[in-house]
Protein backbone atom coordinates (compact mmCIF):
# COMPACT_ATOMS: atom_id res chain seq x y z
CA UNK A 1 0.00 0.00 0.00
CA UNK A 2 1.37 3.21 -0.97
CA UNK A 3 1.80 6.33 1.75
CA UNK A 4 -1.08 8.16 0.49
CA UNK A 5 -3.06 5.31 0.31
CA UNK A 6 -2.42 4.52 3.53
CA UNK A 7 -2.77 7.68 4.92
CA UNK A 8 -6.20 8.07 3.41
CA UNK A 9 -7.03 5.14 5.41
CA UNK A 10 -5.79 6.16 8.51
CA UNK A 11 -8.12 8.79 8.44
CA UNK A 12 -11.43 6.75 8.75
CA UNK A 13 -12.69 5.48 11.92
CA UNK A 14 -12.68 2.24 12.26
CA UNK A 15 -13.78 -0.69 14.81
CA UNK A 16 -13.62 -4.31 15.90
CA UNK A 17 -14.60 -6.64 18.15
CA UNK A 18 -11.53 -6.90 20.58
CA UNK A 19 -12.10 -10.14 22.69
CA UNK A 20 -11.27 -13.84 21.54
CA UNK A 21 -13.68 -15.46 19.27
CA UNK A 22 -16.70 -17.76 21.15
CA UNK A 23 -18.75 -17.22 24.54
CA UNK A 24 -17.54 -15.21 27.63
CA UNK A 25 -18.25 -13.27 30.76
CA UNK A 26 -17.17 -9.89 29.07
CA UNK A 27 -16.68 -9.35 25.24
CA UNK A 28 -15.37 -6.00 24.13
CA UNK A 29 -16.15 -3.72 20.82
CA UNK A 30 -13.78 -1.05 20.42
CA UNK A 31 -13.57 2.17 18.11
CA UNK A 32 -11.10 4.85 16.68
CA UNK A 33 -11.64 7.86 14.76
CA UNK A 34 -10.90 11.50 14.39
CA UNK A 35 -14.09 11.93 16.39
CA UNK A 36 -16.54 9.22 18.02
CA UNK A 37 -19.16 11.82 19.53
CA UNK A 38 -22.17 10.87 17.18
CA UNK A 39 -21.19 7.02 17.96
CA UNK A 40 -21.39 8.11 21.79
CA UNK A 41 -24.11 9.67 21.31
CA UNK A 42 -26.12 7.05 19.59
CA UNK A 43 -25.15 3.91 21.04
CA UNK A 44 -24.53 5.06 24.62
CA UNK A 45 -27.25 7.90 24.99
CA UNK A 46 -25.43 10.56 26.73
CA UNK A 47 -21.64 11.78 27.24
CA UNK A 48 -19.17 10.25 28.88
CA UNK A 49 -16.56 11.08 31.51
CA UNK A 50 -13.41 10.83 30.11
CA UNK A 51 -11.26 7.46 31.04
CA UNK A 52 -14.25 7.29 33.17
CA UNK A 53 -16.48 3.45 33.43
CA UNK A 54 -19.54 4.35 33.05
CA UNK A 55 -22.82 1.49 33.41
CA UNK A 56 -24.92 2.16 30.98
CA UNK A 57 -27.40 0.84 27.99
CA UNK A 58 -26.26 0.30 24.96
CA UNK A 59 -29.37 1.21 22.59
CA UNK A 60 -30.21 -0.21 18.68
CA UNK A 61 -31.48 1.86 15.86
CA UNK A 62 -34.96 1.59 17.01
CA UNK A 63 -34.46 2.24 20.49
CA UNK A 64 -34.25 -1.10 22.45
CA UNK A 65 -31.70 -2.20 24.46
CA UNK A 66 -29.21 -4.36 23.02
CA UNK A 67 -27.37 -4.83 26.61
CA UNK A 68 -26.20 -3.02 29.45
CA UNK A 69 -22.40 -2.81 29.95
CA UNK A 70 -19.42 -0.54 30.56
CA UNK A 71 -18.67 2.35 28.05
CA UNK A 72 -15.00 4.13 28.63
CA UNK A 73 -14.62 7.36 26.24
CA UNK A 74 -10.48 7.89 25.69
CA UNK A 75 -10.23 11.48 23.74
CA UNK A 76 -7.40 12.13 21.95
CA UNK A 77 -4.74 11.90 22.03
CA UNK A 78 -4.67 10.51 25.47
CA UNK A 79 -5.52 6.93 24.09
CA UNK A 80 -4.24 3.82 22.92
CA UNK A 81 -4.43 4.89 19.20
CA UNK A 82 -3.76 8.41 19.70
CA UNK A 83 -7.32 8.88 18.31
CA UNK A 84 -10.72 9.28 20.04
CA UNK A 85 -11.25 5.41 20.79
CA UNK A 86 -14.21 3.93 22.56
CA UNK A 87 -14.47 0.77 24.10
CA UNK A 88 -18.01 -1.01 24.96
CA UNK A 89 -17.61 -3.75 27.64
CA UNK A 90 -20.82 -5.85 26.96
CA UNK A 91 -21.41 -9.92 27.72
CA UNK A 92 -19.68 -11.63 25.72
CA UNK A 93 -22.16 -13.59 23.65
CA UNK A 94 -21.03 -13.85 19.85
CA UNK A 95 -24.59 -12.77 18.67
CA UNK A 96 -24.75 -10.43 21.01
CA UNK A 97 -21.27 -8.83 20.27
CA UNK A 98 -21.82 -9.18 16.56
CA UNK A 99 -25.15 -7.10 17.09
CA UNK A 100 -23.09 -4.59 18.87
CA UNK A 101 -20.56 -4.46 16.29
CA UNK A 102 -23.06 -3.80 13.23
CA UNK A 103 -24.87 -0.92 15.58
CA UNK A 104 -21.26 0.79 15.88
CA UNK A 105 -20.51 0.28 11.86
CA UNK A 106 -24.08 1.54 10.73
CA UNK A 107 -23.38 4.78 12.99
CA UNK A 108 -20.28 5.25 11.82
CA UNK A 109 -21.05 4.97 8.37
CA UNK A 110 -23.70 7.32 8.82
CA UNK A 111 -21.40 10.16 9.98
CA UNK A 112 -18.37 8.80 8.08
CA UNK A 113 -18.46 7.28 4.87
CA UNK A 114 -14.96 5.74 4.64
CA UNK A 115 -15.91 4.16 8.27
CA UNK A 116 -15.22 0.66 7.97
CA UNK A 117 -14.05 -2.85 9.86
CA UNK A 118 -10.47 -2.88 11.72
CA UNK A 119 -8.29 -4.72 9.81
CA UNK A 120 -5.82 -7.18 11.92
CA UNK A 121 -4.00 -5.10 14.01
CA UNK A 122 -5.00 -1.58 12.78
CA UNK A 123 -5.64 -0.33 15.98
CA UNK A 124 -1.48 -0.66 17.21
CA UNK A 125 -0.86 0.45 13.65
CA UNK A 126 -2.08 3.77 14.36
CA UNK A 127 -0.76 3.91 17.82
CA UNK A 128 2.69 3.85 15.76
CA UNK A 129 1.86 6.09 13.20
CA UNK A 130 0.40 8.34 15.64
CA UNK A 131 3.60 8.04 18.04
CA UNK A 132 2.20 6.29 20.80
CA UNK A 133 4.57 3.20 20.06
CA UNK A 134 7.74 2.76 17.76
CA UNK A 135 7.88 -0.12 15.89
CA UNK A 136 9.53 -2.59 18.75
CA UNK A 137 7.02 -1.90 21.23
CA UNK A 138 4.34 -2.48 18.79
CA UNK A 139 6.08 -5.84 18.42
CA UNK A 140 6.07 -6.48 21.41
CA UNK A 141 2.28 -6.05 21.35
CA UNK A 142 2.02 -9.29 19.59
CA UNK A 143 4.59 -10.75 21.31
CA UNK A 144 3.07 -10.29 24.55
CA UNK A 145 -0.48 -12.23 23.79
CA UNK A 146 1.75 -14.83 21.64
CA UNK A 147 3.95 -15.39 24.89
CA UNK A 148 4.04 -19.66 25.02
CA UNK A 149 6.41 -19.06 28.77
CA UNK A 150 6.53 -16.80 31.31
CA UNK A 151 9.75 -15.74 30.50
CA UNK A 152 8.93 -14.38 27.20
CA UNK A 153 5.82 -12.65 28.50
CA UNK A 154 7.83 -10.80 31.02
CA UNK A 155 10.47 -10.35 28.38
CA UNK A 156 7.60 -8.99 26.07
CA UNK A 157 6.46 -6.47 28.69
CA UNK A 158 9.76 -4.94 29.02
CA UNK A 159 10.04 -4.32 25.39
CA UNK A 160 6.20 -3.08 25.89
CA UNK A 161 7.74 -0.71 28.27
CA UNK A 162 10.34 0.85 26.22
CA UNK A 163 13.44 -1.13 27.61
CA UNK A 164 14.69 -2.40 24.08
CA UNK A 165 13.85 0.64 22.09
CA UNK A 166 15.67 2.93 24.74
CA UNK A 167 18.58 0.74 24.00
CA UNK A 168 19.17 1.06 20.62
CA UNK A 169 18.34 4.79 20.49
CA UNK A 170 21.00 4.94 22.83
CA UNK A 171 23.44 3.19 20.43
CA UNK A 172 21.82 5.12 17.94
CA UNK A 173 22.48 8.62 20.22
CA UNK A 174 26.30 7.68 20.41
CA UNK A 175 26.33 6.81 16.69
CA UNK A 176 25.13 10.37 15.65
CA UNK A 177 27.50 11.63 17.72
CA UNK A 178 30.74 10.55 16.22
CA UNK A 179 29.17 10.95 13.06
CA UNK A 180 29.02 14.48 13.88
CA UNK A 181 32.12 14.99 14.67
CA UNK A 182 33.58 12.73 11.57
CA UNK A 183 31.37 15.07 9.17
CA UNK A 184 32.70 18.18 10.38
CA UNK A 185 35.67 17.46 9.73
CA UNK A 186 35.11 16.56 6.50
CA UNK A 187 32.86 20.31 6.16
CA UNK A 188 36.32 22.26 7.54
CA UNK A 189 39.52 20.44 5.79
CA UNK A 190 41.59 23.25 6.28
CA UNK A 191 41.38 22.77 10.34
CA UNK A 192 44.75 20.79 10.67
CA UNK A 193 43.92 18.64 13.44
CA UNK A 194 44.64 14.62 13.54
CA UNK A 195 40.86 14.57 13.85
CA UNK A 196 40.74 10.37 14.99
CA UNK A 197 43.38 11.06 17.95
CA UNK A 198 42.73 14.33 19.58
CA UNK A 199 38.43 13.84 19.53
CA UNK A 200 39.01 10.00 20.74
CA UNK A 201 37.22 9.05 17.43
CA UNK A 202 38.99 5.32 17.49
CA UNK A 203 38.00 4.81 21.41
CA UNK A 204 34.64 5.53 20.96
CA UNK A 205 33.79 3.63 18.48
CA UNK A 206 35.29 0.73 19.65
CA UNK A 207 32.93 1.35 22.71
CA UNK A 208 30.14 1.60 20.50
CA UNK A 209 30.94 -1.90 18.67
CA UNK A 210 31.61 -3.49 22.38
CA UNK A 211 27.78 -2.21 22.92
CA UNK A 212 26.33 -3.34 19.94
CA UNK A 213 28.36 -6.80 20.49
CA UNK A 214 26.37 -6.85 24.06
CA UNK A 215 22.80 -5.31 22.67
CA UNK A 216 23.52 -8.08 19.59
CA UNK A 217 23.98 -11.02 22.32
CA UNK A 218 20.71 -9.78 24.56
CA UNK A 219 18.68 -9.56 21.11
CA UNK A 220 19.46 -13.45 20.20
CA UNK A 221 18.46 -14.18 23.89
CA UNK A 222 15.01 -12.32 23.10
CA UNK A 223 14.28 -14.18 19.49
CA UNK A 224 15.04 -17.18 21.31
CA UNK A 225 12.67 -16.55 23.98
CA UNK A 226 10.26 -15.56 21.39
CA UNK A 227 10.80 -18.28 18.79
CA UNK A 228 12.39 -21.25 20.67
CA UNK A 229 14.82 -24.08 19.14
CA UNK A 230 13.28 -26.26 16.81
CA UNK A 231 14.72 -30.08 17.63
CA UNK A 232 14.61 -33.31 15.48
CA UNK A 233 14.79 -36.20 16.83
CA UNK A 234 16.42 -38.61 14.39
CA UNK A 235 17.91 -42.27 13.97
CA UNK A 236 16.86 -45.46 13.25
CA UNK A 237 14.18 -47.38 13.94
CA UNK A 238 13.65 -48.58 17.77
CA UNK A 239 16.46 -46.30 19.15
CA UNK A 240 13.85 -44.87 21.22
CA UNK A 241 12.64 -41.49 19.34
CA UNK A 242 9.59 -41.55 21.01
CA UNK A 243 10.21 -43.15 24.14
CA UNK A 244 12.41 -39.72 24.40
CA UNK A 245 9.90 -37.43 23.36
CA UNK A 246 7.70 -38.80 25.90
CA UNK A 247 10.04 -38.59 28.44
CA UNK A 248 10.60 -34.97 27.99
CA UNK A 249 7.29 -33.79 27.49
CA UNK A 250 6.16 -35.34 30.34
CA UNK A 251 2.78 -37.47 28.89
CA UNK A 252 2.37 -40.41 26.33
CA UNK A 253 2.20 -38.55 22.81
CA UNK A 254 3.62 -40.86 20.96
CA UNK A 255 2.91 -44.44 20.24
CA UNK A 256 6.13 -46.67 21.46
CA UNK A 257 5.67 -50.37 20.36
CA UNK A 258 8.98 -52.77 19.24
CA UNK A 259 7.69 -52.93 16.14
CA UNK A 260 10.32 -50.88 13.44
CA UNK A 261 8.45 -48.49 11.81
CA UNK A 262 5.65 -47.59 14.31
CA UNK A 263 6.08 -43.94 13.93
CA UNK A 264 5.18 -43.20 10.46
CA UNK A 265 4.99 -39.38 10.18
CA UNK A 266 6.18 -36.22 12.37
CA UNK A 267 4.94 -35.42 15.66
CA UNK A 268 6.00 -32.24 17.67
CA UNK A 269 5.99 -31.34 21.25
CA UNK A 270 6.60 -27.85 22.47
CA UNK A 271 8.01 -27.94 26.04
CA UNK A 272 9.99 -25.04 28.11
CA UNK A 273 13.13 -25.46 29.66
CA UNK A 274 13.85 -22.80 31.97
CA UNK A 275 11.66 -20.73 29.99
CA UNK A 276 12.79 -21.37 26.63
CA UNK A 277 10.56 -23.27 24.24
CA UNK A 278 11.45 -26.21 22.66
CA UNK A 279 9.95 -27.47 19.51
CA UNK A 280 10.53 -30.88 19.51
CA UNK A 281 9.76 -33.55 17.10
CA UNK A 282 9.63 -37.36 16.57
CA UNK A 283 10.41 -38.76 13.40
CA UNK A 284 9.99 -42.19 11.61
CA UNK A 285 12.90 -43.54 12.01
CA UNK A 286 15.72 -43.69 9.36
CA UNK A 287 16.71 -46.80 7.03
CA UNK A 288 17.37 -47.23 3.06
CA UNK A 289 14.56 -47.01 1.37
CA UNK A 290 14.79 -50.50 -0.03
CA UNK A 291 14.47 -51.57 3.59
CA UNK A 292 11.30 -49.48 4.33
CA UNK A 293 8.18 -51.68 4.80
CA UNK A 294 5.53 -49.89 2.61
CA UNK A 295 5.13 -46.64 0.65
CA UNK A 296 3.91 -45.06 3.88
CA UNK A 297 7.00 -45.42 5.74
CA UNK A 298 9.24 -44.20 2.64
CA UNK A 299 7.33 -41.34 2.88
CA UNK A 300 7.91 -40.59 6.62
CA UNK A 301 11.27 -41.22 5.69
CA UNK A 302 11.46 -38.48 3.46
CA UNK A 303 9.42 -36.38 5.73
CA UNK A 304 12.23 -37.03 8.11
CA UNK A 305 15.08 -35.64 6.29
CA UNK A 306 13.43 -32.52 5.42
CA UNK A 307 12.24 -31.71 8.69
CA UNK A 308 16.07 -32.50 9.73
CA UNK A 309 17.44 -29.94 7.14
CA UNK A 310 14.89 -26.99 8.46
CA UNK A 311 16.14 -27.86 11.87
CA UNK A 312 17.83 -25.73 14.65
CA UNK A 313 19.81 -29.17 16.01
CA UNK A 314 19.27 -32.82 15.67
CA UNK A 315 19.31 -34.95 18.50
CA UNK A 316 20.88 -38.44 16.82
CA UNK A 317 19.78 -41.18 19.17
CA UNK A 318 22.08 -44.32 19.25
CA UNK A 319 20.65 -47.64 20.72
CA UNK A 320 23.36 -48.49 23.47
CA UNK A 321 22.19 -51.78 23.71
CA UNK A 322 22.58 -52.59 19.85
CA UNK A 323 26.17 -51.45 19.38
CA UNK A 324 28.81 -53.67 18.04
CA UNK A 325 25.73 -54.89 15.71
CA UNK A 326 27.43 -54.90 12.04
CA UNK A 327 24.39 -53.95 10.82
CA UNK A 328 23.18 -51.52 13.21
CA UNK A 329 26.66 -49.59 12.86
CA UNK A 330 26.45 -49.57 9.24
CA UNK A 331 22.96 -47.49 9.63
CA UNK A 332 24.27 -45.19 12.11
CA UNK A 333 27.09 -44.20 10.08
CA UNK A 334 25.26 -43.71 6.68
CA UNK A 335 22.93 -41.44 8.67
CA UNK A 336 25.81 -39.56 10.16
CA UNK A 337 27.31 -39.16 6.60
CA UNK A 338 24.03 -37.82 5.13
CA UNK A 339 23.16 -35.57 8.03
CA UNK A 340 23.44 -31.76 7.07
CA UNK A 341 26.85 -30.22 7.74
CA UNK A 342 25.15 -26.67 8.80
CA UNK A 343 23.25 -28.32 11.20
CA UNK A 344 24.37 -28.66 14.80
CA UNK A 345 23.72 -32.04 16.06
CA UNK A 346 23.96 -33.91 20.00
CA UNK A 347 25.26 -37.06 20.10
CA UNK A 348 22.75 -39.01 22.45
CA UNK A 349 22.92 -42.72 23.26
CA UNK A 350 19.76 -44.13 24.78
CA UNK A 351 19.06 -47.23 27.16
CA UNK A 352 21.54 -46.71 29.33
CA UNK A 353 19.38 -48.55 31.75
CA UNK A 354 20.01 -51.81 29.92
CA UNK A 355 23.51 -51.68 30.08
CA UNK A 356 25.40 -53.05 33.44
CA UNK A 357 28.73 -51.05 34.54
CA UNK A 358 31.00 -53.42 32.54
CA UNK A 359 29.86 -52.13 29.70
CA UNK A 360 31.46 -49.92 27.15
CA UNK A 361 32.30 -46.42 27.61
CA UNK A 362 29.89 -43.73 25.51
CA UNK A 363 31.94 -42.12 23.27
CA UNK A 364 33.62 -39.18 23.77
CA UNK A 365 31.31 -36.08 22.93
CA UNK A 366 28.40 -38.40 23.49
CA UNK A 367 25.40 -38.72 26.24
CA UNK A 368 23.98 -41.17 27.46
CA UNK A 369 20.54 -41.31 29.28
CA UNK A 370 17.33 -43.48 29.85
CA UNK A 371 14.34 -41.98 28.28
CA UNK A 372 12.60 -45.26 30.27
CA UNK A 373 14.07 -44.18 33.52
CA UNK A 374 14.64 -40.84 33.06
CA UNK A 375 18.47 -40.55 33.87
CA UNK A 376 20.19 -38.04 31.78
CA UNK A 377 17.21 -35.95 31.30
CA UNK A 378 18.46 -33.59 32.66
CA UNK A 379 21.82 -33.48 31.00
CA UNK A 380 20.08 -33.53 28.14
CA UNK A 381 18.01 -30.35 28.50
CA UNK A 382 20.68 -28.57 29.35
CA UNK A 383 23.05 -29.53 26.37
CA UNK A 384 20.11 -28.25 24.28
CA UNK A 385 20.10 -24.70 25.94
CA UNK A 386 23.74 -24.66 25.64
CA UNK A 387 23.23 -25.51 22.21
CA UNK A 388 20.79 -22.83 21.65
CA UNK A 389 23.17 -20.73 23.31
CA UNK A 390 21.00 -20.23 26.35
CA UNK A 391 23.90 -20.34 29.14
CA UNK A 392 22.76 -17.73 31.48
CA UNK A 393 20.28 -15.10 30.79
CA UNK A 394 20.99 -12.24 32.63
CA UNK A 395 17.61 -10.84 34.62
CA UNK A 396 15.88 -8.20 32.29
CA UNK A 397 16.02 -9.76 29.01
CA UNK A 398 14.11 -8.31 26.95
CA UNK A 399 11.93 -10.12 23.66
CA UNK A 400 13.34 -9.83 20.26
CA UNK A 401 12.94 -11.14 16.97
CA UNK A 402 14.91 -12.12 13.96
CA UNK A 403 14.38 -9.01 12.45
CA UNK A 404 15.91 -6.97 15.20
CA UNK A 405 18.76 -9.77 15.39
CA UNK A 406 19.49 -8.96 11.65
CA UNK A 407 19.09 -5.39 12.03
CA UNK A 408 21.62 -5.82 14.45
CA UNK A 409 24.02 -7.38 12.99
CA UNK A 410 23.98 -5.27 9.96
CA UNK A 411 24.89 -3.05 12.40
CA UNK A 412 27.71 -4.83 13.68
CA UNK A 413 28.66 -5.25 10.17
CA UNK A 414 29.22 -1.42 8.89
CA UNK A 415 31.00 -0.46 12.56
CA UNK A 416 33.61 -3.19 11.55
CA UNK A 417 33.92 -1.51 8.14
CA UNK A 418 34.24 1.72 10.02
CA UNK A 419 36.82 0.30 12.91
CA UNK A 420 39.35 -0.61 9.21
CA UNK A 421 38.71 2.92 8.02
CA UNK A 422 39.43 4.26 11.53
CA UNK A 423 42.32 2.38 12.12
CA UNK A 424 44.55 2.89 8.47
CA UNK A 425 47.56 4.97 8.19
CA UNK A 426 45.49 7.40 5.96
CA UNK A 427 41.80 7.51 7.26
CA UNK A 428 39.64 8.05 4.90
CA UNK A 429 36.95 10.05 6.59
CA UNK A 430 34.40 9.95 3.92
CA UNK A 431 33.95 6.22 4.02
CA UNK A 432 33.95 5.83 7.90
CA UNK A 433 31.09 8.66 7.86
CA UNK A 434 28.91 6.39 5.53
CA UNK A 435 29.95 3.50 7.46
CA UNK A 436 28.32 5.31 10.48
CA UNK A 437 25.43 6.59 8.50
CA UNK A 438 24.55 2.86 7.56
CA UNK A 439 25.19 1.16 10.82
CA UNK A 440 22.93 4.38 12.07
CA UNK A 441 19.80 3.57 9.63
CA UNK A 442 20.23 -0.39 10.50
CA UNK A 443 19.78 0.36 14.42
CA UNK A 444 16.56 2.85 13.07
CA UNK A 445 15.18 0.01 11.19
CA UNK A 446 14.52 -1.72 14.75
CA UNK A 447 12.23 1.23 16.16
CA UNK A 448 10.65 2.49 12.84
CA UNK A 449 12.44 5.59 11.87
CA UNK A 450 13.95 4.02 8.90
CA UNK A 451 10.86 1.18 7.40
CA UNK A 452 9.47 0.35 4.73
CA UNK A 453 5.63 0.03 4.08
CA UNK A 454 5.42 -3.63 2.55
CA UNK A 455 7.32 -4.61 6.60
CA UNK A 456 4.56 -2.43 8.05
CA UNK A 457 1.77 -4.22 6.42
CA UNK A 458 3.56 -7.81 6.87
CA UNK A 459 4.55 -7.10 10.88
CA UNK A 460 0.85 -5.36 11.68
CA UNK A 461 -1.11 -8.25 9.44
CA UNK A 462 0.12 -10.66 11.43
CA UNK A 463 -1.73 -8.98 14.33
CA UNK A 464 -5.67 -10.38 15.51
CA UNK A 465 -8.30 -7.94 14.51
CA UNK A 466 -9.19 -5.46 17.41
CA UNK A 467 -5.34 -5.38 18.52
Not at 89 to 101: E, F, R, S, T
Not at 138 to 165: M, Y
Not at 282 to 301: F, N, P, Q, S, Y
Amino acid sequence: MRATELLARQQDPIVAIATAAGRGAVGIVRASGRDLGPLIAAVCGRALVPRQATLLPFIDAVGEVLDRGLAIHFPAPHSYTGEDVLELQAHGGPVLLQLLLARCLQVLQAAFPGARLAEPGEFTQRAFLNDKLDLAQAEAVADLIEASTEAAARSAARSLAGAFSTEVRALAGRIVQLRLLVEATLDFPEEEIDFLEKAGARAQLDAIVAAVDKALASARRGALLREGLHVVLAGQPNVGKSSLLNALAGAELAIVTPIPGTTRDRLRETIQIEGVPLHVMDTAGLRHDEHAADEVERIGIARTWQAIAEADAVVFLHDLTRRGEPAYEAGDRDIAARLPAGVPRLEVHNKADALDEAAAPVPLGGLALSARTGVGLDALRHALLAQAGWLAAPEGTVIARTRHVGALQRAREHLGHARMHAAARDAALDLLAEELRLAHQALGEITGEFTSEDLLGEIFGRFCIGK
